[in-house]
């Protein structure tokens, strides 16, 4: 059997964790012959509820875990790690202001992103799942310089299979009949879930989605906008927000990366913008159409853009020019460095220190 790999999943109390550890655990995502050590990486005051985590993943009895290591310490979490998925962030509280937010999330992945540079394998794939995701990614990679900026993605592929799902419901197939949806830009309300290269296969029957669906106005109305506002409504709904479906989506993009793309599929995930052919600004972490072999990602280029889909892409890649902006700012101002004796991280904001 293989040596263990040993993946860390940060915000291992929370509840995306909560459904995302025991598949990990039980080979849905690197292998049924892959041994696994698991890391579980939370804040101090959370460690009793890691305790709890750990109790749990003993008693599920899973053959591949050979090790579950609870830590609130980055040094720790981030040792020779082979894969990374960052899911805890500072969530917004009450009367918290948008750059308050963005600043402690800068904050939290510079550190986090500086740990993985100190601590992790050069070869190590992060996947960023906390928000603001793009731009979480965009300052952790920034803050790793020695690991190569393509191991570094964002999750949008949770809006990828809500978008197939809708397809699918629609056209009456199950969703693995539908493939090549495209998740353009931003994972929020200005995201473009774009139908115009996506195909449905009807009684088997490869279809273009416009031909399959039959129905042009749902598909540029209420399709988008159920699939943009998505997250809300199961906020509104379940009063938490999705997290079943967040780690199930988790599971598919490492899943790919590890292991590739189907021959003539492709999926999205939020990466560096360098080199596109879409003419998005470079520097940005954009969700875009990938395949993946061999672990290495690869832009799907030059498909044809209309109108319709070039603003979408626009308005979604504007909003992410602002707030890469506001943070790169922040990220200039602030200060952090591991101060390993007392396993804590401190940062520092034009000279305030503050403990997150
Ligand atoms: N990209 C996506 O598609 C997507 C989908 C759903 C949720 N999310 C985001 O995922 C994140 C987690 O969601 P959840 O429902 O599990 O939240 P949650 O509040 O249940 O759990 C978050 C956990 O992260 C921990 N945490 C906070 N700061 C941390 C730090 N610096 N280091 C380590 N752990 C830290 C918290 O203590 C908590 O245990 C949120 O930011 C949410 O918005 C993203
Ligand atoms: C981008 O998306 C994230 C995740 O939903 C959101 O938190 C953030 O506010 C969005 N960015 C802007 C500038 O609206
Ligand atoms: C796969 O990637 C590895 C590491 O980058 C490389 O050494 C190897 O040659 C690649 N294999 C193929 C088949 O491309
Ligand atoms: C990660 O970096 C390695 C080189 O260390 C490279 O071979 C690999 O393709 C990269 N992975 C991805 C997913 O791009």
């Known amino acids: 059997m293989a040596e263990p790999i040993r993946v860390v999943v940060t915000g291992a109390a929370g509840q995306i964790a909560y459904s995302l550890l025991y598949s990990i655990a039980k080979g849905d995502v690197f292998g049924k ?14 460690l ?6 750990v109790m749990e993943l003993q008693d599920c009895a899973l053959p591949l875990l050979r090790e579950v290591i609870p830590t609130d310490k980055v040094e720790v979490g981030f040792k020779d790690i082979d894969a990374a998925i960052l899911v805890g962030s500072m969530p917004r509280k ?20 500086a740990a993985l540079d100190k601590y992790a394998k050069k070869t190590v794939k992060v996947l960023v799942v906390g928000n603001p995701a793009n731009t979480n990614c965009l300052i952790a990679s920034k803050s790793a310089p020695s690991i190569p900026k393509e191991n570094f993605s964002c999750l949008t592929r949770l809006d ?56 042009e106005t749902w598909l540029r109305g209420d399709f988008i906008s159920t699939v943009q506002l998505r997250g809300a409504a199961v906020i509104k709904a379940r009063k938490l927000s999705s997290a079943m479906s967040a780690a199930k989506a988790i599971c598919d993009h490492m899943r790919d990366i590890w292991f590739g793309t189907k021959e003539g599929e492709f999926i999205s995930m939020g990466v560096y913008a360098t080199g596109n052919s879409y003419g998005i600004p470079e520097d940005l972490i954009y969700s ?14 030059g498909l044809p853009i209309n109108d319709f889909s070039r603003a979408k ?7 992410l020019v602002e707030e890469r902006d506001t943070a790169l700012d922040f990220l200039s101002h602030i200060f952090c460095h591991l101060v390993e004796d007392e396993g804590k991280c401190i940062y520092g904001y034009t000279q305030k220190v503050v403990q997150l």
């Open 33 to 46: 012959d892959q041994p696994i050590i698991l890391v579980l990486l939370d804040i101090p005051p959370m």
């Open 48 to 53: 009793p509820v890691l305790d709890g985590v």
């Open 94 to 113: 009450e009367g918290m202001e948008r750059k308050d937010l963005l600043k402690a999330n800068v904050a939290i992945f510079k550190t986090q992103g």
């Open 160 to 215: 990828h299979n809500r978008a197939s799902s809708q397809v699918a419901m629609r056209c009456g197939v199950s969703s693995d009949k539908v493939k090549n949806v495209i998740i353009w830009g931003n994972h929020s309300s200005t995201q473009y879930p774009d139908v115009h290269h996506a195909k449905v296969n009807v009684h088997g029957t490869e279809t273009p989605a416009y031909d399959a669906v039959k129905d």
């Open 288 to 301: 875009f159409p990938v395949e993946i072999k061999n672990k290495t990602w690869k832009m799907v280029d």
């Open 313 to 319: 892409m626009d308005a979604t890649a504007a909003e």
